[in-house]
């Protein structure tokens, strides 16, 4: 379609229809998500592997397994409906790279983004009401490991939503590509999950909306109205 500021998608009712998807979809990678990271009624708790629950733990694979897993499988789940309606970005990382890539209008990354952002904060609104309290921890949010910079894990992070934006484009928008259409969903949701398998260790993996890029660029306030922990905190304590 080339570089556009949207015009041709001021139209309100594919428009809000595709703002739903996008919400309901991100909604719901939070959900299933962050939900496998919190397992508090399993052996392989997530949020019991350190000391500070947001670490996760490099010598434990069942937990890296089954958080990867999750996501990558929620991703795969929710690409198949969410991808004929507005593409199923489920992620700013991947929206931005669409409009980059003259394949998303200025107008529709800007409201796939907003609508990530409200639907993972409707997804941890959800686990947070229905998590005993004494189990809520940080809602499957995360942070760097011990020993890991900052510089250290943004690369990572960065070489890892790259590899997500390639496979988006080679896959699920590249008209050279003659694969069965739900091919793209797989494979999609294969990458994500490898992606996870490698940044666990690093990062706790934030490819996703409510995750370490937002800790990385967004100050304290802002980042507090959009990431699970948000749910898990006190107000006074996310903006101190």
């Known amino acids: 379609m080339g570089y556009s500021l949207g015009k041709e998608d001021l139209k309100v009712v594919p428009l809000m229809k595709s703002m739903v998807a996008e919400l309901v979809g991100t909604m ?25 629950w947001w670490l996760y733990c ?46 998303l209008s200025l107008l529709k990354c800007v409201v796939y ?7 993972a904060v409707i997804g941890a609104g959800i686990l947070h009401l229905v998590t005993p309290s004494q189990h809520r921890a940080g809602l499957g949010s995360n942070g760097l490991a011990d020993g890991v910079t900052p510089l250290g894990g943004m690369v990572m992070e960065l070489l890892m939503t790259m590899l997500l934006v390639l496979v988006v484009f080679a896959t699920a928008v590249d008209t050279g590509n003659k694969t069965a259409p739900m091919v793209a969903p797989l494979v999609i949701g294969l990458t994500v999950t490898a992606a996870h398998l490698v940044l666990m260790p690093y ?18 306030q802002v980042r507090a109205s959009i990431q699970p922990a948000a749910w898990a905190q006190p107000w006074s304590a996310q903006t101190q």
């Open 28 to 52: 719901f990678l939070v959900i299933i998500g962050c939900g496998a990271a919190m397992q508090w009624k399993t052996d392989f708790d997530t949020t019991q592997v350190s000391e500070d």
């Open 113 to 119: 983004v907003i609508a990530q952002c409200i639907g």
């Open 203 to 220: 990062t706790g993996s934030g490819l996703w909306v409510e995750d370490f890029s937002f800790n990385m660029i967004l100050p304290p």
């Open 58 to 103: 490099p010598t434990c694979p069942a937990v890296c397994f089954q958080v990867s897993l999750a996501f990558g499988l929620a991703v795969m789940a929710i690409a198949s409906f969410t991808g004929h309606v507005s593409g199923g970005n489920l992620n700013p990382a991947v929206s931005v790279g669409l409009l980059a890539g003259g394949k």
